[in-house]
């Protein structure tokens, strides 16, 4: 938990908040019981360990993600006489002051006389004075001592001999008297609202009666009906210790863990390298591992299915069961696409055809590979495949490329379409124009990109440049290599922006965004343009209506013109149909985008030039001058800026 959050949560505003509903419970949202212990103790001040929880619901979530959380738990704060729990600390039962060394720095303590009564006698041990301590062998001292514990007949001068030799150690002075039972020191136990913590307090006793032992504190946990879980060397030792007035935890439940769900393990690689390898500041790229092609043979394993597990009951310190959830099975047809089957065991995921693997969301498929030895041109025409695209020439202006699966091309792409639902990759380059694009569902993977359009639904990754290309990436958009280097046009990404130069030294616009989907801002985008066109249909329907009305008011309208107004009386009835549809639709969009809102940066390893205009989120900020090996990120509203965080992981979305 970061400092800033603590501060808030120990402040008089926050405390007065909950104070005015319950002081002794706070009801958080928290992404893991554990989070929720440390900040139910930051509110209350006090440790974890007297702090109790019950969970009310799970999943629940909340308007724009405040107060969102995987539990919504209420934290009860048990409040003892000296606010501490007993949990096995070592110190003696009589020691009000603490026993502190700093360094070899020993604390001066004069004699220490202590008694103890129990079941089969009284003991006694006297301490010698530590450091500059007094030392203490006045009789009188220890027969104060012994009156206030209430023993009257003991072994005088065993007990003279004792406090003499100051050994620390126990011994034997006398029987105890067993009519002082009603002095005896007296036992009181809580249980914790969930029933999982039982605490037992001892008290201490008083004119001659004595300590309770272990077997009083487990005929009490017996009687009460506290069978389970009990904390037998943790009781013993706070008795050997003579905790007295301190809660004791006497007795812990054992939580339920709930079924894991089936799930699939894939034995193939699914994901294929989406980052290639920099060798080094003044080497190149390495390509050799960058296909994005993984072939399988008929009969070839693909993937395992792992069963669903039954998990552990739990149980309460009562000895009462407490339910798990087994874990769900996975239905056969949510994970098996086209061309693979299961085997016959229902253990496995077979490949029923030679070709490439693809992960489309859940369904697991085979594709076939189609593959062009040469460019694409006019001997091959446009290209459009149900499976993946393996061009090994280039792709020259004016064709298209269309693939269910990726596309891999191993020269470069002109002026011309690409479009697939996996990763393209152009081991060289892409040199289009204004109405040319590449759109990929998952990752766009090229040498240098100019004056072009690309979308990917994850991340752009760039060797070397992008020149004056407008950009999209769902993810990330990463630069890589010597160069490495982006300037002018627009350069939009979810998470990250991350290069070695942002901006252009000629000063051309080089406009920067992330921190929104480019996805979901497109089809506001769209949404918005639907909407202007309709103002405007709607505008003249309205106008042609009110014509034709004016008209029929002078003359009756012939049938042809009545047909006419009815007809744009239905035009304009669907038109605002489909306005008011559209206004809803940004709005649900909008506000998803609010609910969606990530931590995102854009980053220059090794400088940021002036003229880039930054928008993270919905902060915006314009570059005035040129920054050396910086990251910018939005906080409270404001882009702010710190030291290069350092250059992008090979990870997947």
Request: net charge negative; with cysteine; charged share 30%.
């Amino acid at each position: 938990m970061n400092e800033l959050k603590r501060k808030i949560l120990q402040s008089n505003f926050y405390k007065n908040i909950y104070n005015a509903h319950d002081s002794h419970s706070v009801e958080l949202y928290v992404s893991s019981l554990e989070q929720g212990m440390q900040e139910a103790a930051a509110i209350f001040q006090c440790p974890v360990y007297e702090l109790t929880y019950k969970v009310i619901r799970e999943k629940s979530r909340s308007f724009l993600g405040i107060g969102g959380g995987k539990y919504f738990v209420r934290y009860t704060h048990i409040e003892y006489e000296k606010s501490k729990i007993y949990m096995g600390a070592d110190k003696d039962y009589t020691s009000i002051e603490q026993e502190s060394e700093e360094g070899n720095l020993l604390v001066d303590k004069d004699t220490k006389i202590i008694i103890r009564v129990k079941r089969n006698g009284v003991f006694l041990k006297v301490s010698p004075p530590v450091a500059g301590g007094k030392r203490i062998d006045d009789i009188t001292a220890l027969e104060s001592k012994l009156i206030e514990a209430g023993i009257k007949e003991y072994d005088a001068n065993l007990a003279k001999d004792i406090l003499d030799k100051q050994k620390g150690e126990y011994e034997k002075i006398a029987e105890w008297d067993s009519s002082k039972s009603a002095f005896n020191a007296k036992l009181n136990y809580s249980v914790s609202e969930d029933k999982m913590q039982a605490f037992v307090t001892i008290g201490k006793p008083s004119n001659g009666g004595r300590e309770m032992d272990f077997e009083d504190v487990k005929e009490l946990l017996e009687n009460s009906g506290i069978v389970f879980g009990i904390h037998e060397d943790n009781i013993k030792k706070s008795l050997e210790d003579g905790t007295f007035d301190i809660p004791i935890l006497a007795a812990e439940g054992k939580h339920p863990i709930n079924g894991n769900n089936a799930r699939i393990e894939f034995l193939v690689n699914v994901n294929k390298k989406i980052i290639p390898d920099f060798i080094g500041e003044e080497e190149s790229i390495d390509y050799k591992d960058l296909s994005i092609v993984e072939n399988v043979e008929e009969g070839q394993q693909l993937a395992e299915k792992i069963e669903a597990t039954k998990g552990e009951e739990g149980i309460t310190v009562f000895g009462d069961k407490i339910e798990t959830k087994i874990g769900k099975d996975i239905e056969t047809k949510e994970v098996l696409g086209k061309n693979v089957k299961m085997s016959d065991d229902n253990k496995f995921i077979l490949a029923t055809i030679n070709g490439q693997v693809v992960l489309n969301g859940k369904l697991l498929s085979v594709e076939p590979i189609f593959e062009v030895a040469k460019d694409v041109g006019p001997e091959t025409g446009n290209i459009n495949f149900i499976g993946s695209v393996l061009v090994k020439g280039s792709v020259n202006d004016n064709y298209s490329i269309k693939a269910e699966g990726n596309i891999d091309i191993q020269g470069t792409v002109g002026k011309c379409n690409l479009e697939a639902k996996g990763d393209i990759m152009v081991k060289l380059g892409i040199q289009g124009n204004e109405n040319s694009f590449v759109k990929a569902g998952g990752d766009v993977i090229a040498k240098f990109i100019q004056f072009s359009n690309v979308e990917a639904g994850n991340n752009v990754v760039v060797t070397e440049a992008i020149l004056n290309s407008n950009i999209d990436a769902d993810n990330r958009i990463i630069l890589i290599g010597k160069r490495a280097s982006a300037s002018g046009g627009r350069l939009r990404a979810l998470n990250e922006v991350n290069g070695k130069v942002l901006g252009s030294q000629a000063g051309s616009k080089t406009l920067i965004e992330t921190g929104v989907s480019p996805a979901k801002r497109r089809a506001i985008e769209e949404m918005e343009k639907e909407k202007e066109e309709l103002d405007m249909a709607i505008e003249e329907l309205e106008r042609g209506i009110k014509s034709l009305e004016k008209a029929a008011k002078i003359k009756k309208l012939d049938d042809e013109k009545k047909e006419q107004l009815q007809s744009l009386k239905e035009q304009l009835e669907q038109s605002n149909s489909r306005r008011e549809e559209v206004v809803l639709n940004r709005e649900s969009v909008i506000q998803q985008l609010e609910i969606e809102k990530v931590d995102s940066t854009i980053s220059a390893g090794k400088e940021m030039l002036s003229g880039v205009e930054l928008v993270i989120g919905s902060a915006e900020f314009s570059i005035r001058q040129n920054y050396k090996a910086i990251t910018f990120y939005e906080e409270n509203g404001m882009v702010m800026s710190e030291k290069y965080r350092g250059e992008p992981k090979n990870d997947k979305k």
